[in-house]
């Protein structure tokens, strides 16, 4: 046998390998969130909007659940982050997209088409530049805590809300209103605008805290459950209001970084000069010869 050979077996022993479980709960996390957006662009094509519009709620959840079960499980990969993109792509930018196609923008004909497809390319051009950003160099220690524009997830929850108003029944807006709406959000995802994600932020919940955490949340999921359109509301409108807050905290960040480096660059303050030192005095003894006396 040739080492060729061998080599060629190994590594079909190492393509062929077990794949630990752990590595696979997060992936199917995220192939369930991709039916929920795939069954959500097919509710919104049936005119079904209120299921359509809660199975993009559905995938947001999932979205934010398979990251944080991957690292608690220590199941991150490589591929796992490719379908996260792929999957974020679909659910967050391909699907709000069509549904709001169908339920209003349709009346614009092709304008209503390319604001909906301008929304879903800004999806993925966000997605591709949050990829591309991961690993920069550059970046101060800070800026882990900010995202770069609108996150895709936070994007899509937020174009849907003229659908949360009109099903609380307030009038629907214009189609024309609703497209620049779409729009807006659509610069607001592929903008350079810091955007406070709270990925550093460690929060540990006190012993006698536990319970009464609990409690909270599942009072919000109830809320949510109970008084979705309400609180989808709500929470939509406080998010696009906290945004300057977000900016405001990265400039001051920023400033406060740049002036420890100025501080710090600065050349250091020298040293007075040493006062003028008066010569030296000439011995009173005579070295020269005594016949030059």
Excluded at 230 to 250: D, F, M, R, T
């Amino acid at each position: 046998m040739t080492p060729f050979d061998n080599n060629s077996s190994e590594l079909r022993r190492r393509r062929f390998r077990p794949i630990p479980v752990r590595m696979l709960v997060p992936n199917m996390i995220t192939l369930l969130a991709i039916c929920a957006g795939l069954t959500a662009i097919r509710l919104s094509t049936e005119g079904r909007m209120e299921l359509a519009v809660a199975a993009i709620v559905f995938a947001a959840i999932l979205d934010g659940i398979d990251g944080r079960v991957a690292r608690m499980i220590k199941g991150q990969s490589k591929f796992g982050a490719e379908l996260d993109s792929l999957a974020d792509f679909v659910n967050f930018g391909v699907a709000p997209g069509l549904i709001l196609y169908f339920w209003q923008l349709h009346e614009l004909n092709n304008g209503g088409w390319i604001a909906a497809m301008v929304f879903a390319i800004s999806g993925g051009l966000r997605l591709a530049r949050f990829n591309a950003s991961i690993d920069d160099p550059n970046k101060p220690a800070f800026a882990a805590n900010y995202f770069t524009g609108v996150p895709a997830p936070a994007g899509a929850i937020t174009v849907l809300l003229p659908i949360y108003l009109a099903f609380l029944g307030v009038p629907m807006p214009p189609a024309t209103l609703t497209a620049f709406y779409t729009l807006l959000i659509a610069f607001l995802m592929v903008s350079r605008l810091p955007v406070f994600s709270g990925k550093t932020v460690k929060m540990r919940v006190p012993p006698e805290m536990v319970l009464p955490v609990f409690v909270a949340v599942v009072f919000f999921v109830a809320l949510l459950i109970g008084y979705p359109w309400h609180i989808l509301s709500a929470g939509s409108v406080a998010y696009l209001i906290s945004l300057p807050w977000g900016w405001k905290s990265y400039r001051d960040q920023e400033r406060q970084l740049a002036a420890q480096t100025q501080g710090a660059s600065a050349p250091a303050a020298t040293s007075p000069a040493a006062p003028y030192a008066a010569p030296v005095a000439e011995s009173d003894h005579d070295d020269r010869p005594t016949h030059l006396h």
